[in-house]
């Protein structure tokens, strides 16, 4: 039986599959491309919300190895995954935590970046996560969130499950998708500066903005 609140990565099974088929989800490089361009190569702190087996933090350390970076995640396996990757790496500490909580104090960063993890939380705590985020950068930080979001229609969802291979009973059911208005929309609310969709394609988009100077 699904409850609303079923988070599947919290089982090895689920995290184990979607790693194998990370690499597979159509456009992902180029989202993934889009936040690089907006992340400056002399930023200091970096924090990775959700962060998987850490992929996206290792893509922003390429270019920016002085960097100290913290990633948060709640599945065992993403975390093991996580503190592999980051093996020997001194600059990274890897820490264990669920976004349905609130974030932990873990000082201020200049940026603050998140892949596919925060649709998972209710839309309650994503918008009371996105103002987390926004505490926790220094002015003029930036935050950048490659997500999935909700399709506009029927069609463009039925297209992008097909892009994936997939049916709607294969879907995940720890989804719960938010359209790029309403998060948009949440982070002017709260705040942010130079709020925008960068990118998107089909129920993939990189929203972000800027934190007050």
């Keep these: 039986m699904i409850t609303p609140d079923l988070n599947e990565y919290a089982t090895a099974e689920h995290a184990l599959k979607y790693l194998a088929l990370a690499d597979r989800i159509p ?33 922003l350390r390429i270019d ?5 970076g913290i990633a948060l995640d709640f599945s065992p396996t993403m975390l093991a995954a996580a503190r592999e990757r980051f093996r020997g790496d001194e600059k990274i500490q890897v820490v264990e935590h669920n976004l349905d909580n609130s974030l932990p104090e873990l000082g201020r960063f200049d940026v603050i970046v998140s892949s596919f993890a925060i649709h998972h939380c209710a839309d309650e705590r994503k918008r009371a ?5 926004y505490a926790a950068l220094s002015p003029g930080g930036i935050f950048c969130n490659l997500e999935h979001v909700a ?18 009973e294969e879907e995940d059911p720890s989804n719960k998708l938010v359209s790029v208005e309403t998060q948009v929309q949440w982070l002017r609310e709260i705040g942010f500066q130079d709020v925008d969709c960068h990118w998107k394609w089909l129920e993939l988009a990189l929203l972000g903005g800027t934190k007050r100077r």
């Design 64 to 68: 920016r190895r002085n960097a100290e």
């Design 27 to 59: 456009h992902r490089t180029e989202g993934e491309a889009v936040l690089l361009e907006f992340i400056p190569q002399e930023v200091e702190r970096i924090l990775d919300l959700g962060t998987g087996d850490g992929r996206l933090l290792a893509l």
């Design 129 to 133: 996560l996105y103002s987390e985020i």
């Design 151 to 168: 399709p506009p229609t029927a069609e463009i969802h039925a297209r992008f499950l097909r892009s994936l291979g997939i049916t709607e």
